[in-house]
Every structure is written in structure tokens, then in C-alpha cells.
């Protein structure tokens, strides 16, 4: 089933100030939609909210029609958040199976800590993400930056969300890598609706649609091509 996400006058309550303001917007099938913002913009809680890991303070959520409550509604959405969210004790297969456990049985999460299962699935997002099959059983303790980048990566592709959302997941790595896995994740996803929170505005020219925050509030909503660069300075401005 098709999914379109809605929002509905959102806003989230913060200590100093809002987090989120009256925030409204759909998310339709087949977008790939960027996220851009200053640090403090909102983007993160923004995320939080779609993906229902944080309740909205005013208005709604909708998900074709329906509250994103259900069990298959939340393991429909895969959310790459920035600092990864990678189980330290675990091997990178373990960590990839991870993505699965919202399909699976107490039984079989239970099972993954102790031995190696679905090698096979393992292996092909492994790759799909750009690291060799052979570092499947090593612990992430062990990998670099870049790689345990894609080893999240490899646990979204596992997930086969119908939605993925991404937290500036590439604001620590260098440009080529950058590159490589936004391609990656644009490319090798399942998901019918990709929205990814950026810090580079420079990479807008890959997505259908550039959405902006400003202290809280929906200031930008339209195609990359439309974008004027007064807007992304005002969308940054202090």
C-alpha cells in the first residue's frame, strides 16, 4: 500500500522556545524530498514526529488517512539518525539483522545474538551499501567512521522501509564519501518516499523537492530549481 504522510498544524513544545510551530506538509509516494535547516531549525524533532519516536504537543500526524500508531505503521518507516544508533556489543551482522526485528519473532532476536542468520540477506545489503561480506562478523567497536556509516546504512536496506527518513546521516564525512553513500541511499532503498535532513544545500540538485525550517517554522516548501539563493540565506540567517 501506498503511503502519504501528513501533517497537520504540528507543533512541539521546548524549554526556551518552540521546537516546532504550526508545522504542516505531505509527503507523497515516489518524493525524494530534502530537508534544510540552521542548527536548531527544528529538523531533528521534525523527524521524530514523522516517524513517531515523539508525540506532537499540537495537531497531527496522518498516515493515509490514519494516526501512525500500529506496529506495521512504525516498522514501515526506516530513520537513519546521525549518530547511527549502532549496538556497540554486537558484530556488524547482528547489527544489519537488527533492521528485520520489527518482522520477526522474539524467538529469532533472541537467536541473533548467538549465531549468524539470513547470511545470505546480510550480505547482499552489505554490499548494496559498499563493504565487503567478509566483515560481517566483526564488531563495529573495530570499523571507521565511514564504514559503520555504511553499516547503517545496510540495517535501513535490511528494514525495506516503505518510508525512510534520514537525520543528517552524512554531516561528519568527507565529500566524495558523501557522495557515494547519498547515492547509496537514493539509489539502493526500497522506500517509496525518502525526506533526508542535509547540512550541505549544495547536494538539493538530487531530490524532487527542498523543504526548510526556521526556528521551528515551515518556511520553504518547493522544487530545487525554484530555490533563489536570498531564500537559503535567509534560512540560515541568525
Known amino acids: 500500500m501506498s503511503i502519504t504522510l501528513e501533517l497537520r498544524s504540528v507543533g512541539v513544545i521546548g524549554r526556551e522556545a518552540p521546537r516546532l510551530t504550526g508545522v504542516s506538509l505531505s509527503l507523497q509516494p515516489g518524493e525524494r524530498v530534502a530537508l534544510l535547516g540552521a542548527s536548531g531549525s527544528g529538523k531533528s524533532t521534525l523527524i521524530a514526529v514523522i516517524n513517531g519516536s515523539l508525540n506532537a504537543d499540537e495537531g497531527q500526524v496522518i498516515w493515509t488517512g490514519l494516526p501512525p500508531r500500529r506496529r506495521r505503521q512504525r516498522r514501515a518507516i526506516g530513520t537513519l539518525w546521525q549518530d547511527l544508533r549502532l549496538v556497540e556489543e554486537l558484530n556488524v551482522q547482528q547489527n544489519i539483522n537488527a533492521g528485520a526485528l520489527g518482522q520477526r519473532s522474539l524467538g ?6 548467538l549465531i549468524p542468520l539470513e547470511t545470505n540477506h546480510c550480505r547482499r545489503v552489505l554490499e548494496a551499501a559498499g563493504l565487503p561480506a567478509d566483515v560481517l562478523q566483526t564488531p563495529v567497536t573495530r570499523l571507521s567512521g565511514g564504514q559503520r556509516q555504511r553499516v547503517a546504512i545496510a540495517r535501513l ?24 553513500l547519498l547515492t547509496r541511499l537514493l539509489r539502493q532503498t526500497s522506500a517509496e518516499t525518502v525526506l533526508i535532513s542535509l547540512h550541505r544545500p549544495d547536494l538539493i540538485h538530487r531530490f524532487d523537492r527542498v523543504i526548510g525550517l526556521r526556528k521551528g517554522q515551515l518556511v520553504l516548501d518547493l522544487r530545487p530549481s525554484d530555490l533563489q539563493s536570498g531564500q537559503l540565506q535567509a534560512l540560515y540567517s541568525s
Do not use: T
Not at 108 to 113: I, R, S, Y
Not at 158 to 172: F, G, I, T, Y
Open 157 to 180: 536496506l535490511r528494514q525495506q522501509p516503505e518510508v525512510l527518513l534520514a537525520d543528517e546521516p552524512l554531516a561528519s564525512l568527507d565529500p566524495a564519501l558523501i557522495d557515494e
Open 108 to 113: 529469532w532476536a533472541l537467536l541473533n545474538l
